[in-house]
């Protein structure tokens, strides 16, 4: 993508990967202080040993916003963005895992409210250091049609 991308310019189908992330038990300990969440399946070891897991999982919130936060790398001044849409922890992230995300241009349409914009759905895979998608949404982007 250019600097601008309108949105003509998204193409149903286009996919890019980012860089990965190592998910650390500082992670961990400091979204919990961020969100108040000290649910023990994030921080205490002994309790996870005797769960289905069988050790400590990263938050959802944090794979979420780790993630998202991956795809950043590429700011188009022409969109922002409209919010998520069907958001589902598909499977746990571990002290260790490395996560990246996959991002692949579902579907677009003419914004019904503001003239002169379209919506953009990017699908959004979190995906681990596996390829087995871990977490995965739809991310709505409002973008600016060509003048």
Known sequence: MSDHTYFEDYDIGTTRTTYGRTMTETDIVVHAGHTGD?????????????????????????????????????????????????????????????????????????????????RVWELTEVLNQRSEVVLACE???MVQCRP
């Open 38 to 118: 000290f649910y023990p399946h994030h921080l205490d070891a002994e309790f996870m040993k005797t769960q289905e897991f069988g050790q400590r999982i990263a938050h959802g919130t944090m794979v979420f916003a780790i993630g998202v936060g991956l795809t950043a790398s590429q700011i188009n001044p022409v969109a922002f963005s409209y919010g998520y849409d069907k958001l589902r922890f598909v499977k746990p992230v571990f002290i260790g895992d490395t996560i990246r995300t996959r991002l692949t241009i579902a579907r677009k349409a003419l914004d019904p409210k503001r003239v002169g914009f379209g």
């Open 139 to 141: 991310h709505i982007y």
